[in-house]
């Protein structure tokens, strides 16, 4: 039914980047994660998958405290990257966040030039010494976000001025330029035509060469193709993790049978 075959042979022992422990998010009184319990691997795509309102997009914002910035959500329970629990009273979420960079659903460039998104994080972290090295970066990041050659005649143009493919791979430039360890995304390519997807789809590929990326997607098709690890989500909790392959063709529990064929959701 969907498409899987992909290079799993490239699926090793890949270390643990991210684990969550007992894990628990609530808005106010309402609980929108359950004991949640997940270990993300690093240099691997994981992908969320479940039904709207499920709590995807809450745990995602978990991995680099965006719900820091929701006045109303409390997380409970440990979230550790390389070890080390990111909700410790010492972790600067601001530090946190070039570590563990995120692109939104819709691309959401600053009001300024496509160099300056570019260098803003670099800038704020104090990445660069001079002029050249900024240029080095940023130029890095935008090859790296498969950009550069469509771009490096205006770098000075506004990002707001690209179409909307190309905003969106700016948006992952941006996030990668600060040397995430982490990329969070959240439904990249929801406002994307099919050609600007596979786009970013490839660029997923290339990514997870160098750290770990994890998506939510409401496109099986989408998680089956660019992801190594699936996890679904049902009201709140994590129903079942695993290979992406295992998860589409197997699946153990029957809330994700009923997912996968459509009888859910
Ligand atoms: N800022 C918020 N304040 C209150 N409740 C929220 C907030 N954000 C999300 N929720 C609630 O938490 C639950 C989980 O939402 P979340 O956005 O994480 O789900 P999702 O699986 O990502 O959904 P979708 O696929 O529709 O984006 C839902 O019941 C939602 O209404």
């Not at 914002?61 to 409390?74: E, G, H, S, W, Y």
């Not at 360890?181 to 997807?197: G, K, N, Y």
């Not at 970013?200 to 098709?221: A, G, K, N, P």
């Amino acid at each position: 039914m969907y498409d899987t075959n992909r290079p799993e042979a490239a699926v090793g022992q890949q270390d643990i980047k991210i684990s969550a422990s007992d894990v628990q998010v609530f808005y106010g009184p309402k609980q929108a994660i359950k004991d949640l319990n997940v270990e993300i691997l690093d240099k691997t795509v994981t992908a969320f998958i479940g039904p709207s309102g499920c709590g995807k997009s809450t745990f995602l914002r978990c991995i680099n405290r965006m719900n820091d910035t929701v006045d109303t959500a409390r997380v409970e329970g440990r979230i550790a990257i390389d070890g080390q629990n990111i909700y410790d009273r010492g972790v600067d979420p601001v530090q946190l966040r070039a570590k563990v960079g995120m692109v939104f659903q819709k691309p959401n460039p600053f009001p300024k030039s496509i160099y300056d998104n570019v260098s803003y994080g670099p800038k704020i972290h104090g990445l660069a010494r001079d002029k050249a090295q900024m240029d080095e970066i940023v130029e890095t990041a935008l090859r790296g976000a498969a950009l550069w050659n469509e771009v490096k005649d205006r770098l000075h143009e506004p990002g707001t001025g690209l179409s909307g493919g190309q905003q969106q791979r700016l948006c992952i430039a941006r996030a990668v330029a600060t040397a995430p360890e982490v990329l969070l995304m959240d439904e990249p390519c929801s406002a994307l035509d099919p050609i600007a997807t596979s786009q970013v789809e490839e660029l997923i590929e290339q990514l997870r060469t160098r750290f770990s990326v994890v998506i939510v997607t409401h496109s099986m098709q989408q998680a089956a193709r660019v992801s190594q690890k699936t996890a679904f989500f049902h009201l709140g909790s994590l129903v079942e993790y695993g290979d992406t392959n295992d998860i589409f063709t197997r699946p153990r529990d029957s809330r994700t049978e009923a997912y996968i064929s459509g009888r859910i959701g």
